[in-house]
């Protein structure tokens, strides 16, 4: 219980890490660092694509990480796992396509990111 609290106060405080534009894949694509996040909703499946500052394409396979969304008000942690070129997950119920939350990024390093998506 205490974990949900601190992740959804850490989704209200945590500022914006840059402006929201329409990714290259038709999602909604933001800054991580200095890396995009792109974020494409799918029903219950989530994708995440991953590429540098100049846009090109990261190894997912170098990455964990996990979404947090808030749906029908509560947050929804979904596990992403490397498949295909981007991260992938899938919750127990669609996700509207203009959720908010987070995706937390974590790489080979330790070194730590997150997209925040309002």
């Known amino acids: 219980m205490i974990r ?3 992740t959804c ?3 209200v405080v945590t500022p914006a890490l840059g402006h929201e534009s329409k990714g290259p894949n038709g999602g909604r694509q933001v800054d991580a660092g200095s890396n995009h996040v792109e974020l494409v909703v799918k ?4 994708e995440v ?4 500052g100049a846009g090109k394409p990261l190894d997912p396979a170098a990455y964990k990480g996990v979404a947090i969304l808030v749906v029908a008000g509560k947050p929804v942690r979904i596990p992403l796992s490397a498949s295909s070129g ?3 997950g899938s919750a127990a119920n669609p ?4 959720v ?3 995706i937390q990024l974590t790489d080979g390093a330790g070194k730590t990111s997150q997209a925040k998506f309002d």
């Open 100 to 102: 908010k939350g987070a």
């Open 86 to 88: 981007k991260l992938i």
């Open 49 to 52: 694509h991953l590429s540098d």
């Open 43 to 46: 029903g219950p499946l989530v």
């Open 9 to 11: 106060s850490l989704l």
């Open 95 to 98: 996700i509207p396509n203009a």
């Open 4 to 6: 949900i609290i601190l």
